[in-house]
């Protein structure tokens, strides 16, 4: 039995990759939607033939259960599931977290877990929830710790995860992290976070689940654990997750909510089913509305919806384009909007996953000036070599008296004309030029002229620009008229 990740495509810290779960395979970012045996508004063999490769359910609901707990240790999960992919379980911490307690131990969980067959079993880790203070955490922290070497030194050949706790402190987040890497599981779930994202705490997530990041391993697949909208996913691919489980498709059916990409709306209050799959193509929103089955079918659109948004997601990866549909994501609500920021607070360290060439950049606002590709490039522009006298022309007008003539594009700042048809100026589309974008393109005048220090630099740009160069690069020459 093993759990190997391979990374196929990358954009930010997203990846496009292939978990092996002992014979079987999962394409990764994926979505495991959750399953309640007792409650099955969508079977496993029909989210199945939606095209869900992974599902998890909880061996302590089975375990309780006097249905299903005889059946699950005789026939296994999946033919009770009636399910052929991948089955993961989680051991009760969830119901610990809601309940502050179970009736069952680490070990038992872990024995339950193998004898009903699950193929990615999860020790009985401690949830600490983000009000928790430090001392609560640091606790929490080192019982997770020891009950996560117990299960491997019980369960050696099991596929065990990691889970990587730690509450709001990002320190013991990446400690926990490390410990993970050390034991050299390769499937690590990031827990404890349904409350930040319930409460729309965007940034905190941000910061917990790259404190993490830096502790595991790159090789390590990493799973979001209750991570239910898809309106966070793209936030959550690009900071590097590539596993997610939901319920959220069957809670929001039963509460009447229909879930979109840009939130979720209530089906009392809509006029249209603004979505293409079959549920909202074969009806009206009042025949929805009057159905009998209306739980059954909103849950089918919610899981539809959840499904493309992650194919979205995949496709994105490969295209290069994971930025601009963060974006579009994060612009869905104020709250995402902070993560989104958040998270290219953190472009130094992301840029060095990122990949070096994409097919294209979309400037979409200032946030666009803190991508990774806009760092990178004002971190390599020193390498352009340059004469004694330089000018970088915002119209790409040379001028007698200079050795080298540089054109000018924003947000990245000044290039030679052989790199005019090479990523990023070469595939980037920008819309009429903003004070925020020409700052950014300052930026790289700066690192370039710093980067040769023994040449004087001059910019040449029209009137309406001239202010804004001469507070940005004021070591420079500014000409706003002809040369």
């Not at 999960?77 to 069952?104: C, R, W």
């Given at each position: 039995?093993?759990?190997?990740?391979?990374?196929?495509?990358?954009?930010?810290?997203?990846?496009?990759?292939?978990?092996?779960?002992?014979?079987k395979?999962?394409?990764?970012?994926?979505?495991?939607?959750?399953?309640n045996?007792?409650?099955?508004l969508?079977?496993?063999?029909?989210?199945?033939?939606?095209?869900?490769?992974?599902l998890?359910?909880?061996?302590?609901?089975?375990?309780?259960?006097?249905?299903?707990?005889d059946?699950?240790?005789e026939?296994?999960?999946?033919k009770?599931?009636?399910?052929?992919?991948?089955?993961?379980?989680?051991?009760?911490?969830?119901?610990?977290s809601?309940?502050?307690?179970?009736?069952?131990?680490?070990?038992?969980?872990?024995?339950?877990?193998?004898?009903i067959?699950?193929?990615?079993?999860?020790?009985?880790?401690?949830?600490?929830?983000?009000?928790?203070?430090?001392?609560?955490?640091?606790?929490?922290?080192?019982?997770?710790?020891?009950?996560?070497r117990?299960?491997?030194?019980?369960?050696?050949?099991?596929?065990?995860?990691?889970?990587?706790?730690?509450?709001?402190?990002?320190?013991?987040?990446?400690?926990?992290?490390?410990?993970?890497?050390?034991?050299?599981?390769?499937?690590?779930?990031?827990?404890?976070?349904?409350?930040?994202?319930?409460?729309?705490?965007?940034?905190?997530?941000?910061?917990?689940?790259?404190?993490?990041?830096?502790?595991?391993?790159?090789?390590?697949?990493?799973?979001?654990?209750?991570?239910?909208?898809?309106?966070?996913?793209?936030?959550?691919?690009?900071?590097?997750?590539?596993?997610?489980?939901?319920?959220?498709?069957?809670?929001?059916?039963?509460?009447?909510?229909?879930?979109?990409?840009?939130?979720?709306?209530?089906?009392?209050?809509?006029?249209?089913?603004?979505?293409?799959?079959?549920?909202?193509?074969?009806?009206?929103?009042?025949?929805?509305?009057?159905?009998?089955?209306?739980?059954?079918?909103?849950?089918?659109?919610?899981?539809?919806?959840?499904?493309?948004?992650?194919?979205?997601?995949?496709?994105?990866?490969?295209?290069?384009?994971?930025?601009?549909?963060?974006d579009?994501?994060?612009?869905?609500?104020?709250?995402?909007?902070?993560?989104?920021?958040?998270l290219?607070?953190?472009?130094?360290?992301?840029?060095?996953?990122?990949?070096?060439?994409?097919?294209?950049?979309?400037?979409?606002?200032s946030?666009?000036c803190?991508?990774?590709?806009?760092?990178?490039?004002?971190?390599?522009?020193?390498?352009?070599?340059?004469?004694?006298?330089?000018?970088?022309?915002?119209?790409?007008?040379?001028?007698?008296?200079?050795?080298?003539?540089?054109?000018?594009?924003?947000?990245?700042?000044?290039?030679?004309?052989?790199l005019?048809?090479?990523?990023?100026?070469?595939?980037?589309?920008?819309?009429?030029?903003?004070?925020?974008?020409?700052?950014?393109?300052?930026?790289?005048i700066?690192?370039?002229?710093?980067?040769?220090?023994?040449?004087?630099?001059?910019?040449?740009?029209?009137?309406?620009?001239?202010r804004?160069?001469?507070?940005?690069?004021?070591?420079?020459?500014?000409?706003?008229?002809?040369?």
């Amino acid at each position: 039995m093993a759990i190997t990740f391979e990374v196929l495509h990358k954009d930010i810290a997203g990846r496009v990759g292939r978990l092996r779960v002992n014979e079987k395979t999962v394409r990764t970012p994926a979505l495991l939607p959750v399953v309640n045996p007792h409650l099955p508004l969508i079977t496993p063999r029909e989210m199945q033939e939606m095209g869900v490769e992974a599902l998890i359910t909880n061996a302590y609901i089975f375990r309780r259960s006097t249905e299903y707990h005889d059946r699950a240790l005789e026939e296994g999960l999946h033919k009770v599931l009636d399910f052929d992919g991948v089955v993961m379980t989680d051991s009760g911490s969830f119901q610990l977290s809601v309940y502050g307690e179970v009736e069952v131990s680490n070990q038992e969980t872990l024995e339950f877990q193998q004898a009903i067959g699950s193929e990615i079993i999860v020790p009985l880790d401690i949830p600490t929830p983000p009000d928790a203070g430090r001392e609560r955490a640091e606790r929490e922290l080192a019982v997770t710790m020891e009950r996560l070497r117990e299960a491997r030194e019980l369960f050696p050949d099991a596929n065990l995860a990691g889970p990587v706790q730690g509450g709001i402190f990002p320190d013991l987040r990446e400690e926990a992290g490390r410990a993970v890497q050390d034991l050299d599981l390769a499937f690590a779930p990031i827990g404890a976070v349904v409350p930040l994202m319930e409460n729309y705490r965007y940034r905190d997530l941000v910061e917990v689940v790259l404190a993490a990041k830096r502790g595991l391993s790159p090789a390590t697949a990493v799973h979001l654990f209750g991570a239910g909208h898809p309106s966070m996913f793209a936030l959550a691919v690009a900071m590097g997750c590539d596993l997610f489980d939901s319920a959220a498709y069957a809670l929001f059916a039963r509460e009447g909510r229909y879930i979109t990409t840009h939130g979720s709306l209530k089906i009392d209050e809509l006029a249209e089913l603004p979505c293409p799959c079959r549920v909202c193509r074969s009806m009206t929103a009042d025949e929805l509305r009057a159905s009998g089955d209306r739980e059954r079918l909103l849950a089918l659109h919610n899981l539809h919806v959840s499904l493309a948004e992650i194919a979205r997601i995949r496709q994105a990866i490969q295209d290069g384009t994971l930025w601009e549909l963060v974006d579009e994501r994060c612009r869905s609500h104020p709250r995402l909007l902070d993560g989104y920021r958040e998270l290219l607070a953190h472009a130094a360290d992301l840029e060095r996953d990122d990949a070096v060439s994409k097919r294209r950049f979309f400037y979409r606002g200032s946030e666009s000036c803190r991508r990774t590709e806009v760092l990178r490039f004002h971190e390599v522009i020193g390498r352009i070599p340059v004469g004694e006298r330089v000018l970088v022309s915002f119209d790409a007008q040379g001028a007698p008296g200079f050795d080298t003539v540089l054109n000018f594009k924003p947000p990245f700042g000044p290039y030679p004309t052989e790199l005019a048809e090479t990523f990023p100026v070469g595939q980037s589309e920008v819309p009429e030029w903003d004070d925020d974008m020409v700052r950014s393109g300052c930026a790289g005048i700066r690192a370039l002229m710093e980067a040769h220090p023994e040449s004087r630099f001059a910019v040449r740009c029209g009137e309406a620009w001239a202010r804004l160069v001469h507070e940005e690069v004021p070591d420079a020459e500014v000409y706003h008229e002809q040369v």
